[in-house]
């Protein structure tokens, strides 16, 4: 089992920068896809970002550019560095952790095993 805890969010301008942390504890998952989704009231869980155990990383298409998805696999750690933040862009922030590296679709929530409780970011206009 991996639990995952998240911190980092928090109220922020707009305009304003945030960066997200994610914990993993229970196994070491250097070889793990790690990625964040969010979820804003009344929507579905989105897909943001992850990234490979080997480093490389990957965007949903409206993210890149603002966001940028790294991971310290010595730490099992994961992080969401947020810039120009919009407040669109206000929602609870999950970490998810895949253990299948192979994956091929990685904006699938459901190819993820395990998660995170999640943090609120909030954008103010």
């Known amino acids: 089992q991996v639990q995952l805890v998240e911190s980092g969010g928090g109220l922020v301008q707009t305009g304003g920068s945030l960066r997200l942390s994610c914990a993993a504890s229970g196994r070491t998952v250097n070889r793990y896809i790690m990625a964040w989704f969010r979820q804003a009231p009344g929507n579905e869980r989105e897909y943001v970002a992850s990234?490979?155990?080997?480093?490389?990383?990957h965007y949903a298409d409206s993210m890149e550019g603002r966001f940028t998805i790294s991971r310290d696999n010595a730490k099992n750690m994961v992080y969401l560095q947020m810039n120009n933040l919009k407040p669109e862009d206000t929602a609870v922030y999950y970490c998810?952790?895949?253990?299948?590296?192979?994956?091929?679709?990685?904006?699938?929530?459901?190819?993820?095993?395990?998660w995170g409780q999640g943090t609120q970011v909030t954008v103010s206009s």
């Open positions: 998810a952790v895949s253990s299948r590296p192979t994956i091929v679709a990685l904006t699938t929530y459901r190819n993820y095993d395990y």
């Open positions: 990234v490979r155990g080997s480093g490389s990383v």
